[in-house]
């Protein structure tokens, strides 16, 4: 995944933030990196919360709690976007790759709109991805934009989310645990609640034996505590955490960075050994 574009139009303390993020490959290599400078309490975490709060919220098909526009390309072939050397097997490749479009208004429900894959433009600054939001999309410009698929509300296939979500911070974690932390269903808050609001008639007294248990347990599959019956056909989803998320707290971060680059290092070493360069140490 590579981000393309982000519009927050009000997320105190952030207030009409738009950024178009850069698309050149480092040294060749299938990563970008972003620099967000300001001083402190000026919303540099909360932006970076902001994202990860988005996809998590995607995920656990919950609606994202801001208005938010967000570009993204999602596929294979990104290391190589400004490549003047691809092969005709490349860009078979390259086709394979997408933009998807993300849009929550302040009222209504998410707009997603997967594209073809949009190629950056030199002044990709300078697009106004906000028009698509209040665009037909029977009729755009297919010159530019071919849409694939386009759907509403917050029930996103993880088709359109990257396959991971890693975050750190070496500063305060407090809100970042509690972001990437399992979600209760909706089924255990309800049923934390009726526990809650238990008279103590309702509790099990002191000479409670396994033929009240029994009788209990009888009455209970007549008539729910809850109020309403439960359809128990119906598998319901435990306590979910994220499949996607990660966040690695500071003591972990060696080992985080020691995951990220094994691979490429390896790789990298095996290029040394076949082209029989001697390094020396």
Not at 40 to 45: F, L, R, T
Not at 190 to 206: A, H, K, M
Not at 223 to 240: A, C, F, K, N, P
Request: charged letters at 20%.
């Amino acid at each position: 995944m590579r981000l393309r574009y982000l519009h927050l139009p009000e997320l105190p303390p952030l207030e009409d933030i738009t950024i178009t993020f850069g698309y050149e490959p480092i040294l060749g290599r299938a990563c970008a990196l972003h620099f967000i400078v300001g001083v402190n309490g000026s919303g540099k975490s909360r932006l970076l919360r902001a994202i990860a709060e988005i996809f998590l919220c995607l995920e656990r098909g919950a609606p994202i709690p801001f208005p938010v526009t967000l570009v993204y390309d999602l596929g294979p072939g990104t290391a190589n976007a400004f490549a003047d050397t691809f092969s005709e097997s490349e860009r078979a490749l390259a086709q394979e790759r997408h933009t998807i479009y993300l849009h929550r208004p302040e009222q209504g429900q998410t707009l997603l709109i997967d594209l073809d894959y949009v190629p950056p433009l030199i002044r990709e600054h300078e697009r106004d991805w906000e028009n698509l939001a209040t665009a037909d999309l029977n009729h755009l410009d297919l010159n530019e934009y071919t849409v694939r698929l386009s759907q509403q509300g917050d029930n996103i296939s993880s088709t359109y989310l990257p396959k991971v979500l890693l975050a750190y911070t070496s500063g305060a974690t407090l809100e970042w645990m509690q972001l990437f932390a399992p979600q209760r269903t909706s089924v255990e808050d309800d049923l934390t609640v009726t526990l809650n609001n238990l008279t103590p008639e309702q509790e099990r007294p002191t000479q409670w034996d396994a033929f009240a248990e029994v009788k209990w347990q009888q009455e209970q599959e007549e008539v729910i505590s809850m109020g309403e019956q439960i359809d128990l056909s119906v598998e319901y989803e435990s306590t979910r955490a994220s499949g996607m998320g990660i966040f690695v707290p500071p003591a972990a971060l060696k080992l985080a960075l020691c995951t990220a680059v094994l691979d490429q290092a390896t790789r990298d070493f095996a290029e040394f050994t076949d082209a029989r360069v001697c390094v020396g140490f």
